[in-house]
């Protein structure tokens, strides 16, 4: 694949909450990396975003991204 299959563009002024950014990591990253770097050489990290750092999202990456930092992992500023 190509690196702009990963692309993926919100329109302006669309809200990013929990389930817009799901499917988002479900339909289009997730696939990417997946076909990108099969052997999971690869680290997922994200900000403090509450669309980030929801339970559901927490979960998601926890379950499927090769390796994943969850949010408290990654210390405060």
Do not use: I
């Not at 299959?5 to 817009?20: H, I, L």
Request: hydrophobic content about 35%.
């Amino acid at each position: 694949r190509r690196a702009e299959d990963a692309a993926y563009f919100f329109k302006p002024g669309e809200k990013v909450d929990t389930a817009a950014y799901y499917k988002v990591l479900r339909y289009t990253v997730l696939p990417w990396l997946k076909s990108t770097y099969p052997s999971g050489n690869y680290t997922w990290t994200q900000d403090g975003a509450p669309c980030h750092t929801s339970k559901k999202v927490q979960d998601f990456c926890r379950a499927n991204m090769a390796d994943f930092w969850p949010a408290d992992m990654w210390p405060s500023s």
